[in-house]
């Protein structure tokens, strides 16, 4: 046990290991139970609901759309209220979304799903606006990759662990343990979780003067150029989570193979987070930034050409979803860069306002021009990344004074 928290670097004797501590083990525990709700939602919709793909999709759709507006005011609850509160009023969309499971109502699922959009803006800024404020400088990106991962690894074992479940038992069981669990781990997380800093100036502040301060957020080109670099990739991500395992399934007719795709994009692409987090540790977010967004033209443009041939297309569908990992690695770390201290949920709120926005138009856009060419889509947006590298190389000079950033003390 003492050589894993070596490797995290991180020492559970001290105040600031266990904070951080405790917010990576509730990070994993709320992947474990809200991974499952939005994998079996189309299966449960389809089964119990007797409802066409259609809705689910149009759904998840609004959901999405609801996140990225409620971002917005996520980053003024984390700013004003604090970051552990901001994340206990997201953590309540858990027992919320088991909900759907045991009502089995129409109108309750469409309601739950909105509310979803809400409550996920929350825990997303929330959970990053708290590892922004627990975590030194030095170790923000592994931990931002070791956050990423708590995440990813979480719902893997909860997808393991509800799917079989609710095979054998029902959905009505799955619903009943999941609210059982979230109900727990939101005690646990209100007890256990230490509170990390709010600078007393956002304390001051009234909610409408801090939503109003957006203005000024938005007029910072080191925000505007951190938008650029966290905007154009996710638009093809958008495309790239949507139609490559389903042009991998076309080509290969086969779901398993669809399957060992994804498993190996998911594997790589966490192994690829780790390193690219250690190497932000000793170098800083600008370096590898730059690189990044330097190669992702080329691994998009890749995909664009290797849509018809399927070992062409694995290679690189895996190759741009860990470069676009790794791009979102950098992210917390650059936000803290470039905004004061006291607006850093705000920025964290914008920037995934944008994200949100960025998967929306991948998604929305991806269906109908792969009707037109299966290249299309790809070669789309990979010519709009190859402005995210400008971007990402213009950033360091506009980098606010020592004094607007975070005062590192010891816990």
């Known amino acids: 046990m003492r050589l894993f928290w070596r490797l995290l670097?991180?020492?559970?004797?001290?105040?600031?290991?266990?904070?951080?501590?405790?917010?990576?083990?509730?990070?994993?525990?709320?992947?474990?139970?809200?991974?499952?709700?939005?994998?079996?939602l189309s299966i449960y919709v389809d089964s119990q609901l007797r409802q066409p793909p259609t809705f689910t999709s149009t759904l998840l759709a609004f959901q999405l759309a609801m996140t990225g507006v409620f971002a917005v005011v996520s980053g003024v609850v984390a700013d004003g209220l604090g970051q552990k509160r901001t994340l206990l009023l997201g953590?309540?969309?858990?027992?919320?979304?088991?909900?759907?499971?045991?009502?089995?109502?129409?109108?309750?699922?469409?309601?739950?799903?909105?509310?979803?959009?809400?409550?996920?803006?929350?825990?997303?800024?929330?959970?990053?606006?708290y590892l922004l404020a627990a975590a030194p400088r030095a170790k923000l990106g592994g931990l931002t990759a070791l956050y990423f991962l708590g995440n990813t690894l979480g719902g893997a074992v909860g997808n393991a662990i509800a799917?079989?479940?609710?095979?054998?038992?029902?959905?009505?069981?799955?619903?009943?343990?999941?609210?059982?669990l979230s109900l727990v781990l939101l005690a646990i997380t209100l007890v256990l979780l230490p509170e990390a800093a709010v600078a007393p100036e956002s304390r001051r502040a009234r909610p409408l003067e801090l939503l109003v301060a957006y203005g000024q957020l938005m007029r910072r080109r080191q925000i505007v150029l951190v938008g650029v670099i966290r905007f154009l990739p996710t638009c093809f991500y958008g495309t790239t989570s949507l139609l490559i395992p389903l042009l991998v399934y076309r080509l290969s007719h086969s779901v398993a193979v669809a399957s060992l795709y994804a498993t190996a994009s998911l594997l790589l692409s966490t192994t690829a987070q780790q390193i690219v987090g250690r190497v932000i540790d000793r170098v800083g977010p600008f370096g590898p930034v730059r690189i990044l967004t330097g190669f992702l033209p080329i691994v998009a443009f890749l995909t664009a050409l290797a849509t018809e041939n399927l070992p062409a297309l694995i290679l690189a569908g895996l190759g741009a979803t860990a470069t676009l990992w790794c791009i979102s690695t950098t992210i917390p770390p650059l936000v803290?860069?470039?905004?004061?201290?006291?607006?850093?949920?705000?920025?964290l709120g914008l920037v995934h306002l944008i994200w949100s926005s960025g998967m929306l138009i991948g998604t929305i856009t991806a269906g109908p021009f792969v009707i037109?060419?299966?290249?299309?889509?790809?070669?789309?947006?990979?010519?709009?990344?190859?402005?995210?590298?400008?971007?990402?190389?213009?950033?360091?000079?506009?980098?606010?004074?020592?004094?607007?950033?975070?005062?590192?003390?010891?816990?």
């Open 372 to 411: 037109i060419s299966s290249h299309l889509p790809f070669a789309l947006f990979a010519a709009c990344s190859v402005l995210a590298f400008p971007a990402a190389m213009a950033l360091r000079r506009f980098i606010p004074a020592i004094t607007d950033r975070v005062v590192e003390t010891a816990g």
């Open 9 to 40: 670097k991180i020492d559970p004797s001290t105040t600031e290991g266990r904070r951080l501590v405790a917010f990576l083990g509730l990070t994993f525990c709320a992947g474990i139970l809200g991974g499952p709700v939005s994998s079996l």
């Open 91 to 129: 953590l309540v969309g858990l027992p919320l979304a088991s909900a759907v499971f045991i009502l089995h109502s129409f109108w309750i699922l469409a309601g739950v799903v909105l509310s979803l959009g809400m409550t996920n803006a929350l825990q997303t800024i929330g959970g990053q606006s």
């Open 336 to 347: 803290r860069e470039v905004s004061p201290v006291a607006s850093q949920g705000r920025a």
């Open 163 to 180: 799917g079989p479940a609710a095979d054998r038992w029902g959905f009505t069981i799955v619903g009943i343990g999941g609210l059982a």
